[in-house]
């Protein structure tokens, strides 16, 4: 692939679609960058974009609607002795959920001993200090499966990361 094929960080204030199908991308601080063939907008849930496509007013906070749920990610490597591997079936679907009131947790295995969790706790959005997420969690998930604290147990504190979650309201009239 040439150099300048694929751009990624950059980000753009609005794009150009011309007759020949080319585009356009006007990036933040005035750049204009001419004659791309495909412009991927994978730039999440307050895509400029998408609003641009749609002629949306605006792509920011507001045009979503809180979830209730905020979550916390990260992946752990295990060790191939881990409790975490030792329950039955794991490997029949790949994933796991554990589920109570107001949270729930989720492991997939993504290979060679790595394992993606997802932690999903009712909170007001912007709930955020505290010193240890990790421990956070452990609190929270405290005598539930010895998977989900394996997991923990394997998360380096710095790779946690922690997002509020923000839903679209679904639309059959619009596509890409």
Same mark, same amino acid.
């Given at each position: 692939m040439q150099e300048g094929t694929v751009l990624n960080s950059k980000a753009i204030t609005s794009y150009t679609e011309h007759s020949d199908g080319k585009v356009d991308i006007h990036i933040e601080g005035g750049e204009t960058i001419k004659g791309f063939d495909v412009l991927v907008g994978a730039d999440g849930i307050w895509s400029s974009i998408r609003a641009q496509m749609w002629n949306e007013p605006s792509a920011r906070p507001g045009t979503c609607t809180y979830s209730g749920y905020?979550?916390? &990610? &990260?992946? =752990?490597?295990?060790?191939?002795? =881990?409790t975490f591997f030792q329950s039955e079936g794991y490997f029949d679907a790949g994933y796991k959920v554990y589920i109570g009131p107001g949270k729930y947790f989720v492991t997939s295995d993504v290979g060679s001993g790595r394992i993606q969790w997802y932690a999903f706790l009712a909170l007001p959005p912007g709930t955020k200090a505290r010193s240890s997420n990790v421990q956070y969690l452990r609190d929270q998930f405290e005598g539930w499966s010895q998977e989900i604290h394996a997991c923990l147990d394997n998360t380096p504190e710095q790779i946690v990361e922690q997002r509020d979650l923000y839903d679209r309201r679904p639309s059959v009239l619009k596509s890409w």
């Amino acid at each position: 692939m040439q150099e300048g094929t694929v751009l990624n960080s950059k980000a753009i204030t609005s794009y150009t679609e011309h007759s020949d199908g080319k585009v356009d991308i006007h990036i933040e601080g005035g750049e204009t960058i001419k004659g791309f063939d495909v412009l991927v907008g994978a730039d999440g849930i307050w895509s400029s974009i998408r609003a641009q496509m749609w002629n949306e007013p605006s792509a920011r906070p507001g045009t979503c609607t809180y979830s209730g749920y905020t979550l916390f &990610a &990260a992946e =752990s490597v295990m060790h191939p002795n =881990s409790t975490f591997f030792q329950s039955e079936g794991y490997f029949d679907a790949g994933y796991k959920v554990y589920i109570g009131p107001g949270k729930y947790f989720v492991t997939s295995d993504v290979g060679s001993g790595r394992i993606q969790w997802y932690a999903f706790l009712a909170l007001p959005p912007g709930t955020k200090a505290r010193s240890s997420n990790v421990q956070y969690l452990r609190d929270q998930f405290e005598g539930w499966s010895q998977e989900i604290h394996a997991c923990l147990d394997n998360t380096p504190e710095q790779i946690v990361e922690q997002r509020d979650l923000y839903d679209r309201r679904p639309s059959v009239l619009k596509s890409w």
